[in-house]
């Protein structure tokens, strides 16, 4: 797999152009999701050392430990969740416990997963395959840098080949770690596995398609990127085998998530820096949405809903808003109050001279 890239799409979005990364101290939340999978091989105690890791760093981590878990995300477990400005989904987690695709891929914030289990097509459908690649506590190939310019590689040393050893085979990766697919959507592919040729790293952008046969928007970007062990090894589930170099890729791709630069604060600033239409939440929807906007300064403001051949169906508000952040709901109707058909729809913010449009999917 030498598939070729797009850096222009890749790098479009003001958040992450330009970015140089540094492990100074950021002060961002971040919630790691994890199961006590197996108490006799203290999943809890091996995910220790991935957490250390970001603590050092300057990162807050909130350990949320078997609180996640059902077949419908609550309303209560969706505010935990969005109250992170980046979540990880830990590799010591049962893959039966997260079934809730419409859930997960509704949260706006972005999100990590470790875990490729929960990536398959008939969980969350964030690649086109429900078969993981065979083996034991055999290993794990060098991932090929697809995009050697992409800052999840900075600082890093690849050999000769493209080529680096991100997972310590000494700790029993095993190749289960791996998707057994080259199906990954509208995603960006920043890594592959040599020997396997097959996904290995994937980014997708907000609104991206998880995958080409996925019915799913993404609410927030997303990143697959598997590491910590397998259960059935040898070795305890979730264990830290990062080699050097994987470490600095993982940092780098937190830090790359959260949108971080050198000598940016992780505090936001009292007054807004720019006009902003956020992803609304949930995403996918039934039967209302909530939406959110930020305004730098006073300014006559007009939110809009299209249907997909670009008619407008209702107004949700237009008026003169202070500075700051707001947030308006659409219902899922029309102007006259009749429920609108689901599908994919178009919300536009429209303040002063700007205009800024998003899609949201509504469920039936």
């Known amino acids: 797999m030498r598939k070729s890239t797009s850096l222009m799409r890749l790098f479009s979005t003001a958040a992450i152009a330009g970015i140089i990364f540094s492990t100074d101290a950021m002060a961002q939340k971040i919630i790691w999701v994890s199961s006590n999978y197996d108490v006799d ?17 300057g990162y807050e981590v909130q350990r949320e430990i078997d609180s996640m878990k059902g077949t419908l995300l609550t309303a209560e477990q969706m505010d935990v969740l969005e109250s992170a400005d980046l979540i990880i989904f830990s ?4 893959s039966g416990d997260y079934n809730d695709p419409a859930g997960w891929n509704a949260i706006t914030k972005p999100m990590i997963l470790n875990n490729v289990y929960a990536a398959r097509l008939s969980k969350w459908q964030w690649a086109g395959t429900e078969d993981l690649l065979g083996g034991g ?11 050697p310019e992409h800052p999840i590689f900075a600082g890093v040393t690849l050999d000769a080949d493209g080529t680096v050893i991100v997972l310590d085979n000494t700790v029993g990766t095993g190749n289960t770690s791996l998707l057994n697919t080259g199906d990954y959507g509208d995603g960006e592919l920043i890594a592959s596995a040599v020997s396997t040729e097959t996904v290995a790293i994937v980014y997708w952008e907000t609104d991206a398609l998880f995958n080409s046969a996925g019915a799913y928007f993404a609410g927030g970007p997303r990143l697959l990127f598997p590491c910590q062990t397998r259960e059935g090894g040898a070795f305890g589930i979730g264990m830290y085998n990062l080699t050097p170099e994987g470490e600095k890729m993982y940092l780098n791709a937190v830090a790359f998530m959260l949108g971080n630069s050198v000598g940016v604060s992780g505090k936001p600033s009292t ?17 209302s949405t909530r939406i959110a906007f930020t305004l730098p300064s006073s300014s006559v403001t007009k939110i ?10 209702s107004v949700l508000a237009e ?8 947030e308006v709901v659409w219902n899922g109707c029309d102007r006259f109050g009749n429920p609108m058909p689901g599908g994919v729809y178009l919300y536009q913010m429209k303040a002063e001279e700007r205009i800024q449009t998003r899609k949201m999917l509504l469920i039936q």
Do not use: M
């Open 41 to 57: 091989q203290d999943s809890v105690q091996n995910d220790q050392p991935f957490v250390d890791v970001l603590t050092t760093n």
């Open 91 to 94: 590799r010591s987690t049962g």
């Open 137 to 147: 506590d055999s290993g794990c190939p060098p991932f090929y840098a697809e995009i």
């Open 271 to 287: 007054v807004p820096a720019g006009y902003s239409l956020e992803q609304n939440h949930p995403n996918p929807f039934n039967p």
């Open 304 to 313: 809009s809903v299209y249907n997909s051949l670009g008619q407008e169906i």
């Open 319 to 326: 008026k003169t808003f202070p500075a700051g952040t707001h």
